[in-house]
């Protein structure tokens, strides 16, 4: 069962994002690790973040693990 807490540090980590962000061609977009490029690898990049954001707002598994637990719905339950 998952805890309040855990979406509450999601969000703190998207909050943390959104202020990395960057410019690119126009676009807003959050940079990677090293501050100084912007990729769409899933760990570190773009893809990574729209899997955290589509989890906060649908709920749902990890991506790319292995069926355990039932999936979340959007509140954490």
Known sequence: MAEPRYRRWAADLVAAAHVRNVVHDGLLLVPDETLSRVHAAYNT???????????????????????????????GR
């Not at 729209?50 to 999936?71: D, K, S």
């Open 45 to 75: 990049g773009l893809s990574g973040l729209l899997g955290l954001l589509t989890r906060l707002r649908h709920g749902g598994t990890r991506l790319w693990l292995p069926a355990g637990e039932p999936p979340l719905d959007p509140e």
